[in-house]
């Protein structure tokens, strides 16, 4: 995206080029400084949203959710109480594996892709930042690095992407704070603090 604008400034500049292909360009220029400035508006609105929402500014300090991502998730999400657990949160926004389980064998397919597609868009642009992280530093967390040696990256960033939405579910419910775990845990043990509203102890929500 950064070298765009050089780009379209240089078709501009080429005489070599004809002038109707110039002059298509140009067009396209205009629309894209068009929508630059709307997506700049539209930015500006989530930015005052989430700032005036209490709920928002706990949310995005969960790595990998940021300001839009909580906007979004509150502005996305029903009564957060409608949702027995974190899972069927996960579910509902469509971040969990289809079951094509027979015969007492378990085969888990693509995720489901159910519910709002740009709040699971962005939760899983926001773990897949995360995953290129710890790959680029070898560091991060217990569990994303112990799940980065089972699963490829891209499966990698919808898993976490998945707990990254038990754990919001369980803070709209609780009204806890996000806090970073200092000693490592099993993803089963933390699946099950972030699927239940009592399992933890308050301000101690934890993405391991």
């Known amino acids: 995206m950064a070298h765009l604008d050089p780009l379209l400034d240089r078709i501009q500049a080429d005489e070599n080029l004809p002038v109707l292909a110039r002059e298509l360009f140009a067009a396209q220029a205009e629309e894209y400084t068009q929508l630059q400035a709307k997506i700049t508006e539209v930015n500006a609105k989530l930015m005052a949203a989430h700032k005036a929402d209490e709920c928002s500014r706990r949310l995005a300090k969960i790595p990998g959710v940021g300001p839009i991502g909580a906007a979004l998730l509150k502005m ?8 027995r ?10 971040l969990t594996p289809k079951d094509h389980s027979t015969a007492g064998k378990v085969r888990l397919g ?3 892709r159910a519910g709002d597609e740009a709040l699971r ?4 642009v926001g773990a897949t930042a995360i995953i290129q992280h710890v790959r680029r530093s070898g560091r991060g967390s217990p569990w994303i690095v112990d799940l980065l040696k089972r699963k490829p990256p ?3 960033a919808v898993a976490l992407a998945n707990k990254m939405a038990r754990v919001a579910w369980k803070m709209m419910v609780t009204g806890e704070r996000y806090a970073a775990k200092s000693a490592p845990a099993t993803a089963a043990s933390a699946a099950q603090r972030s699927a239940r509203p009592g399992g933890a102890n308050s301000n101690a929500t934890m993405l391991s």
């Open 110 to 112: 693509v995720i489901t």
């Open 121 to 124: 868009t962005v939760l899983v």
């Open 85 to 94: 657990s974190g899972r069927q949160f996960a579910a509902w926004i469509g």
């Open 154 to 156: 891209k499966l990698a």
């Open 76 to 83: 996305k999400t029903p009564a957060p109480q409608m949702f």
